[in-house]
């Protein structure tokens, strides 16, 4: 099996068994310049399931036949691939294996938007919502929601996962004109949003959807992280004056204190002239 690039403007890649990783960095197998190429950009697979292609980060835009790969995809000799707005193709080698030509990206194209050849960017698609993986082995990875899209353990799922807590086909989301809704396949464990359980319900930006321990963010592009709320101080930093004395009932004493001090001391003068001391 090979890789080859279009109009040889790259020299072919022979593809063996086990993982090759493709991406822009200098230690990755397969090392692709271009725009919308990232550090670790993907996998390709050849083992006894056939040829895998596999992304850790969906934002890595990776195509096959024009599909979007969000986890894994199985893919075949003459395939069109594309990373980012590199064009290439899985060939067999084969003498008879028919040569396809390389489909157009679907990403729009603005005639407006020229580079210094003349030549029509390519402006990429951006997703209205974004899964961020927040628990387990989806933590930190970010799976972008471009159409409905399954989630489970079975292969066959637009986001494949791992653990016997989440069923073969767990749950869909579902984007629509209205947003984003979320819909359990008859799971074993059930999907929850900000921990209650559903059947089908709306997302909104900032939920928490469950699926058994696995957590996901509902996000939009762009959007932060919510950082935890900052503890409250435990008394205001500003001390406010406090009564010398106080009784039961939160009332000063002060008064009472000058009373007795009072009487105390007439006592004593009265007594003191009864005994003829002044």
């Known amino acids: 099996m090979k890789l080859v690039f279009p109009n040889g403007d790259r020299d072919q890649v022979e593809l063996t068994h086990g993982q090759i990783s493709i991406g822009s960095d200098a230690d990755c197998d397969v090392v692709l310049s271009g725009e919308g190429v990232a550090p670790d950009h993907a996998r390709i697979e050849l083992g006894p399931d056939g040829i895998i292609i596999e992304v850790d980060d969906a934002t890595n835009i990776t195509r096959v036949n024009g599909t979007l790969v969000v986890v894994r995809t199985r893919v075949s000799p003459g395939d069109a691939l594309l990373f980012g707005t590199i064009h290439c193709q899985i060939n067999s080698g084969a003498a008879s294996t028919p ?113 058994d321990t696995v957590r996901f963010l509902v996000q939009i592009p762009g959007m932060e992280t919510p950082a935890k709320p900052a503890e409250q101080p435990v008394a205001n930093s500003r001390q406010e004056s406090v009564p010398a004395a106080t009784g039961a009932e939160g009332k000063s004493t002060l008064p009472i204190i000058i009373a007795v001090v009072v009487v105390i001391s007439v006592g004593a003068v009265a007594a003191m002239k009864y005994f003829g001391v002044f």
Do not use: W
């Open 99 to 211: 040569k396809r030509s390389v489909p157009p990206p679907i990403q729009a194209r603005s005639k407006d938007d020229k580079d210094d050849s003349g030549e029509t960017k390519v402006r990429m698609a951006i997703p209205k919502y974004i899964l961020r993986g927040v628990s387990g082995s989806t933590f930190g990875k970010n799976y972008p929601l471009y159409k409905n899209t399954t989630i489970g353990r079975h292969s066959d799922c637009d986001i494949c996962l791992a653990g016997d807590e989440v069923s073969r086909k767990h749950a869909r989301m579902i984007v629509n004109a209205s947003g984003l809704e979320v819909e359990d396949l008859g799971s074993s464990n059930g999907t929850f949003i900000n921990g209650k359980q559903v059947q089908r319900a709306k997302l909104n930006p900032g939920d928490e959807v469950r699926l």
